[in-house]
Nanobody
């Protein structure tokens, strides 16, 4: 079983910065990719940023130039640095991991979510 635990959410003023972290634990063969999604009230969950095991990154258009995703394969962690935050960035941010388990079965896993509120 794979567990993802996020940390780093909270209240930040518009224009401020915030860093989210996620660590994966449990028994598995390899993490193929990790990412961050967000869901604002009344809206669908959407991709924020994604990084593969080899380090290839993808960013949503609404966070390009404002966010940086990074991972540490040896520690099974992924971080999301967010700058120039706007009130529209207010959402619950979810860590996601694409994991190959010990039986070589691939599946997606989700964290419990971290609330980010951008407000003055």
């Amino acid at each position: 079983q794979v567990h993802l635990v996020e940390s780093g959410g909270g209240l930040v003023q518009p224009g401020g910065s915030l860093s989210l972290s996620c660590v994966a634990s449990g028994s598995f063969f390899r993490i193929e990719a990790m990412g961050w999604y967000r869901q604002a009230p009344g809206l669908q969950r959407e991709l924020v940023a994604h990084i593969t095991h080899s380090g290839a990154t993808t960013y949503a258009d609404f966070v390009k130039e404002r966010c940086t995703i990074a991972s540490d394969n040896s520690k099974n962690t992924v971080t999301l640095q967010m700058d120039s935050l706007k009130p529209d960035d207010t959402a619950v941010y979810f860590c996601n991991a694409d994991v190959v388990d010990d039986h070589l079965t691939r599946a997606e896993h989700w964290g419990q979510g971290a609330l980010v509120t951008v407000s003055s």
